[in-house]
């Protein structure tokens, strides 16, 4: 039997509190200049989420954990066409 996806960002599962701690460290580890700015960093979560592509943290598309792909204001998402676009 298949499990389902699972379309929760890390964060919010409760299983998973010491992953979500150590990513929130790799977070806090992005320079401010290479930081997506807050705002920005919500709304590409928010289309993440409602993403098929979405399971357990990670996109099925690239293999990042989306919290932190999102985190990187050059990164984009990788679907075709992207759901969220770089900044530069
Ligand atoms: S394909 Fe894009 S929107 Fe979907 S989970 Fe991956 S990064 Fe997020």
Redesign the pocket.
Known sequence: MTRPPCRCLLAEMPDETELADIIAARIGEIAEEERTPGEEYRR?LA??RD????NRGT????G?Y?EI??ARKRMG???VP???ESMK
């Open positions: 590409r289309l993440c993403c098929e592509s979405l996109c099925a598309r690239c990042c989306v792909r999102a998402c990788p679907c992207a759901r969220w």
